[in-house]
């Protein structure tokens, strides 16, 4: 039986790794899950809340879209539409080009790294620093994110130390205040030589225009400060209806992804900078990216984005406990990711056909969820895609059920079938070639088989 | 609730569904679940010609040989009494999964309307039956695994009152319950390094707590579970609730 990627990344990762995201999740989903019913009477209904708000905006994107543009427009930011990632690329580069731009500080974006724009602007020539600490690791390291909210869960301080030394950021030391502050000293004078500051967006409201930005770190806040022009990458689902909306929604946004009441910092961006202020950027470009999300959206999965990027429902998976980010091959990891990457991949859906079957269907990534995105039924609803795609990866590991359906279907059938199976309390089963067998008995035993005898009790009693 | 738009319990005829597990490993629990029911009354009606739910097909990703499965018990499944199953998993196919796999499909509106009345055994004594104490004794320290496919529906709450009801069982808790076990249907074969990582993180939890058996109210677990520990050199002892259940009311 053809193994599973995941689940072999899972056995060949060091225990170590595995040791430090399991007990980070574990913490932060169990202070999530504290904080959320001490201080909120019935949180499972603002989730549910949530979900409605979200599921609004999705059903109504067609006129919501246009309304914060003029909305955007009127408040003095230009608007950029890229429907792909190359195009989304290229109207950062164009931007930046018409100013003669060099230098760009990024805050953190999932979406730059969906379009992997910090390598495309490294090929133009252009410097694009990442501020935020665990982002600015990543990109020292040439490494990838692990993770949508801690990008280097699957790193200890000692492998940061060391990549400090190598990258001429003082001797070793790997007391993380040092590291911090190291950082700090970097990073401050990188932000006064920008010209650009890029950010993404967690919520855009409709009604005012208004970009909601959280960070815990205030770099995204730093990367707005000198730089003359402010670019925002925003999904085209991160819409919200109203002002008021950012209330429930940042109440949960925090609480699900870092245990946090609000995070420490939590901007309101209107526009560029007025005639009356003296700071900030002279201009502010946003680039609504689709990159597949349209498609999302006319699929049968389109629930997903409602996701507000939380990383909860990776938090609580026993998978990805078990495997980390990196076994997922892609930029979202976890249960939202096993449902947003291969949808995203578009035509690629079979490379990443496998992702929606590494879940036991437990349904705790549901019940976490902030927007109470159903998720086992998405993965459900994907793998059954796969299947009928005939995605060589969506069959690996997985026994047919053809044969098993059709006895299934014929009662005599099935019946003989229960009191042959006896047989397999008389064979030697750990001899026998079976994959699903196999796989089974290599960690556990099986019980006996005892097809039948519960048939013939029922008769008895019947008669008696 | 997953299961929250129910058909209302009239009488006390029910149809039993032995589960395909019960049917070929776990004949005891099937038994319990008989013994349970007729000791809350009920005249039970177990057709022939049942075989499965199809939730290993429908999980697989095989939702074709899952609706073959599905019809199946449809036309097995007749009438309007409820279907009552010693098994939290495959009451939520029945229940919400098959819907899932049935939305395009012309017969959705049977496969939904037997979802309406198929219940999981415990939610049915108490939520169905409005039982709200069981006799007898047993005295044991039980830990209650909560099977992952009861999340979202009243059975955890409902085995918890019945448990706490019996003479001298003492409901002992442990950590992390609200992780997965690591079973999963096909996902223990086809990824059976996290499945076995899983369980021994279940194990290890419910050790702790020293309990005397462990019970749940899906015997899938137990398998994976027992099956573990057994392969491991330290058997644990497991039971389905509804064995608790009726050793306690032979035991007054």
């Known amino acids: 039986m053809a193994k599973q990627l995941i689940d072999q990344f899972a ?27 001490d201080q909120f009477a019935e949180p499972n209904r603002l989730r ?34 890229a429907a792909t990632a190359e195009a989304a690329c290229a109207a950062v580069l164009g931007i930046m080009q018409a100013r003669g731009a060099t230098k760009m500080v990024k805050a953190k974006t999932m979406v730059s790294e969906e379009i992997e724009l910090a390598h495309f602007l490294e090929k133009h020539g252009i410097e694009a620093l990442e501020t935020d600490l665990g982002e600015f690791i990543v990109q020292i390291d040439h490494d990838h994110p692990s993770h949508i909210v801690r990008p280097i869960i699957h790193k200890n301080r000692r492998e940061i130390a060391t990549s400090f030394e190598k990258h001429g950021l003082g001797a070793y030391n790997d007391d993380p205040q040092t590291i911090t502050r190291r950082a700090r000293e970097f990073l401050r004078q990188k932000y006064l030589q920008a010209d650009v500051g890029l950010t993404g967006a967690n919520f855009v409201s409709v009604e005012s225009g208004r970009l909601v930005l959280v960070t815990n770190e205030g770099n995204s806040r730093f990367s707005l400060a000198a730089p003359k022009v402010h670019i925002a990458l925003v999904g085209i689902e991160k819409l919200v209806p109203r002002d008021r909306d950012l209330g429930l ?33 002279e201009e502010m470009h946003v680039i609504f990216v689709d990159n597949g999300r349209s498609e999302v959206l006319a699929s049968e999965c389109r629930e997903i984005l409602r996701c507000i990027r939380c990383g909860a429902c990776m938090n609580v998976c026993p998978v990805y406990r078990q495997a980390s980010g990196h076994a997922y091959r892609t930029v979202y990891p976890g249960p ?129 | ?47 022939e010609g049942q075989t499965c739910c199809g939730q290993p097909a429908f999980n697989g990703g095989d939702w074709t040989a899952a609706r073959k499965v599905v019809r199946h018990a449809v036309r097995t499944f007749t009438g309007g009494d409820p279907v009552i199953l010693p098994s939290g998993s495959c009451a939520a196919m029945m229940f919400h999964g098959a819907s899932l796999a049935f939305e395009h499909e012309p017969d959705l509106a049977e496969v939904e309307a037997l979802g309406r009345r198929t219940w999981e055994l415990m939610d049915f004594l108490v939520n169905g039956l409005g039982v709200t104490s069981w006799p007898g004794r047993f005295p044991a320290k039980i830990a209650l695994h909560r099977a992952c496919h009861t999340r979202g529906t009243g059975s955890i709450a409902a085995t918890l009152t019945l448990l706490r009801s019996i003479q001298g069982v003492e409901v002992v808790e442990f950590g992390e319950v609200e992780q997965c076990c690591g079973f999963g249907g096909t996902f223990s074969v086809s990824f059976p390094n996290v499945s076995t990582a899983m369980g021994d993180l279940k194990l290890e939890h419910i050790r702790a707590a020293k309990p005397d058996l462990l019970a749940s109210v899906d015997m899938s677990c137990m398998m994976h579970l027992s099956g573990r520990a057994a392969h491991e050199g330290h058997p644990i002892k497991t039971m389905h609730v509804a064995q608790v259940l009726r050793d306690a009311m032979k035991n007054t």
């Open chain 1, 11 to 37: 056995a060949a990762l060091p225990a170590d790794k595995r040791a430090s995201v399991y007990q980070s999740t574990k913490s932060t989903h169990e202070k999530r899950t504290k904080m959320l019913f």
């Open chain 1, 48 to 81: 549910s809340l949530a979900g409605g708000i979200k599921q609004h905006v999705l059903e109504h994107l067609d006129t919501l879209l246009p309304e914060v543009e003029a909305k955007l427009q009127a408040n003095g930011a230009k608007v950029h539409w």
């Open chain 1, 249 to 281: 929604l940042l109440n949960l946004l925090a609480r699900s992804a870092t245990a946090q009441q609000l995070t420490v910092y939590t901007e309101f961006i209107s526009g560029p900078k007025s005639a009356t202020q003296p700071d900030g950027p």
């Open chain 1, 336 to 464: 939202v990711g096993a449902v947003l990457s291969p949808l995203l991949a578009g035509k690629k859906f079979p490379e990443l056909a496998d992702l929606p079957k590494a879940s036991s269907l437990c349904g705790a990534c549901n019940e976490v969820c902030p927007v109470d995105i159903p998720i086992p039924d998405l993965l459900l609803r994907l793998r059954d895609k796969g299947k009928r795609e005939g995605a060589p990866l969506a069959a690996a590991g997985t026994p047919p059920m053809g044969a098993w359906a059709l006895l299934a279907t014929q009662p005599t059938a099935w019946k003989a079938a229960l009191f042959g199976g006896k047989i397999i309390n008389y064979l030697p089963t750990k001899l026998l070639p079976i994959p699903p067998l196999r796989a089974w008995e290599d960690t556990r035993d099986l019980p006996e088989w005892k097809g039948g005898e519960f048939r013939k009790w029922m008769k008895g009693r019947g008669k008696s």
């Open chain 2, 1 to 47: 609730m997953l299961n929250a738009e129910r058909k209302p319990v009239t009488g006390k005829k029910v149809q039993l569904m032995a589960t395909c597990l019960c049917d070929a490993i776990y004949a005891d629990v099937a038994k319990a679940t008989v013994e349970v029911l007729e000791h809350a009354g009920c005249t039970i009606d177990f057709p």
